[in-house]
């Protein structure tokens, strides 16, 4: 027995102005092939795919976690700034105290710790609970401040280190005269 193929032919709706009177024309032909090829002449060329639409979220994603992770690294350079600021102040606040007092009182604070940390007037300041005040006084060579000495001299230094929690935040040194 002889199989034979049947040609289909499908009817698609003339749109108005598509072929001139009388044929069915080119652009009969070219909707059949797209029907043919697309599977549906409802397609339009204006739509996302899935995969687009994939990894355009994936895109945002990314784009989000890199905000996350900037926010929480600006936070922590915030934190470690009010730390510094912090203990420069209370560094000056020693420095201010140190210019008030007497050369004898000034050697006698060496190895002192204050916590919480004194003002200028020696008022604790309990709102810095979390801080130190270290105090470090060392004498020197007169004629080469960078020498330190085991001796009195008319020179000392005066090392604070500022402290957090135990964890060092800053350090600063300066030369003290007896006059």
Request: proline share 4%.
């Amino acid at each position: 027995m002889k199989t034979t193929q049947k040609k289909v032919m499908i009817a698609l709706p003339r749109l108005k102005g598509e072929y001139p009177e009388g044929g069915r024309g080119l652009a009969w032909r070219q909707r059949l092939n797209d029907h043919r090829t697309n599977g549906s002449t409802n397609r339009t060329p204006n739509g996302f795919t899935l995969i687009e639409a994939l990894f355009a979220a994936m895109l945002i994603g990314l784009v989000v976690a890199a905000l996350a992770v900037a926010s929480g690294a600006s936070t922590m350079v915030n934190g470690s700034g009010l730390d510094l600021s912090t203990a420069e102040f209370l560094i000056e606040e020693i420095r201010e105290q140190t210019a008030t007092i007497d050369f004898d009182t000034v050697v006698a604070l060496d190895g002192t710790t204050y916590n919480p940390p004194k003002d200028l007037s020696g008022i604790d300041m309990s709102e810095f609970s979390a801080y130190s005040q270290q105090v470090t006084v060392q004498y020197v060579n007169p004629s080469n401040l960078g020498s330190v000495v085991t001796g009195p001299t008319d020179f000392v230094r005066i090392t604070i280190t500022i402290t957090k929690n135990g964890r060092p935040i800053s350090t600063a040194s300066w030369i003290r005269a007896q006059l």
